[in-house]
Nanobody, 128 residues
Framework: QVQLVESGGGSVQAGDSLRLSCAAS????????MGWFRQAPGKEREFVAA?????????YADSVKGRFTISRDNAKNTVSSLQMNSLKPEDTALYYC????????????????????WGQGTQVTVSS
């Protein structure tokens, strides 16, 4: 069974940092592109960041550029990490990692339809 599991979420103050990790099981994701999305209550799921399978190409939403860093992570079963610095209350959301097995990542990294597998999400709450 293919599974992606996010971890590292929590409740923090504005200005704090969190590091989210995405662990994979059920298949090898080393050659998959990875993305992170988030969804706040009452809002649509939105793109946060993505990287190609090698990690050499990265993509960011304007709202997180300069604050968040996505990276491929080959530690144990972890396939992707999202370092979030200078967190703001508007970053509060359920954060999902997703895996893409096709070349669409190079053209449509921000579209949910680019990704084939999704985790269940980890909650990030930032208070002012």
């Amino acid at each position: 069974q293919v599974q992606l599991v996010e971890s590292g979420g929590g409740s923090v103050q504005a200005g704090d940092s969190l590091r989210l990790s995405c662990a994979a099981s059920g298949r090898t994701f080393s050659n998959y592109a990875m993305g992170w999305f988030r969804q706040a209550p009452g809002k649509e799921r939105e793109f946060v960041a993505a990287h190609t399978w090698s990690g050499s190409n990265t993509y960011y939403a304007d709202s997180v550029k300069g604050r968040f860093t996505i990276s491929r992570d080959n530690a144990k079963n972890t396939v992707s990490s999202l370092q979030m610095n200078s967190l703001k209350p508007e970053d509060t959301a359920l954060y999902y990692c997703a895996a893409s097995e096709n070349l669409r990542i190079h053209y449509y990294p921000t579209l949910p339809s680019t990704y084939n597998y999704w985790g269940q999400g980890t909650q990030v709450t930032v208070s002012s």
